[in-house]
Nanobody, 124 residues
Framework: QVQLVESGGGLAQPGGSLRLSCAAS????????MSWARQAPGKGLEWVSG????????YYADSVKGRFTISRDNAKNTVYLQMNNLKPEDTALYYC?????????????????WGQGTQVTVSS
């Protein structure tokens, strides 16, 4: 069955960095776009970033553009989110999600599987 397992969350200081990983199994990873989304306490789910199945294109929410970088290693069935210059407002539970198609854009996303999430807390 499809499994998405996030890791790499934790506590970081403002201006610090974290790298999230999402290990995928149970499907042909290289055939599907992947995304990261987050949910802050008391707020709705926010899409953060997406990457094409072959890694050829990436998209970011305006709130993280220039600070976060999404990447994937199809040989390792893993998608990453490098988060730099973290801000307290980045505090959230971060999820990775599998799209139903090979491409994903900010306005065209269709997920069918989600991970359990990894907590990121940014505080001094």
């Amino acid at each position: 069955q499809v499994q998405l397992v996030e890791s790499g969350g934790g506590l970081a200081q403002p201006g610090g960095s974290l790298r999230l990983s999402c290990a995928a199994s149970g499907f042909t990873f290289s055939s599907y776009a992947m995304s990261w989304a987050r949910q802050a306490p008391g707020k709705g789910l926010e899409w953060v970033s997406g990457i094409y199945s072959d890694g050829s294109d990436t998209y970011y929410a305006d709130s993280v553009k220039g600070r976060f970088t999404i990447s994937r290693d199809n040989a390792k069935n893993t998608v990453y989110l490098q988060m730099n210059n973290l801000k307290p407002e980045d505090t959230a539970l971060y999820y990775c999600a599998k799209d139903k198609r090979a491409i994903v854009t900010p306005s065209n996303r269709e997920y069918d599987y989600w991970g359990q999430g990894t907590q990121v807390t940014v505080s001094s």
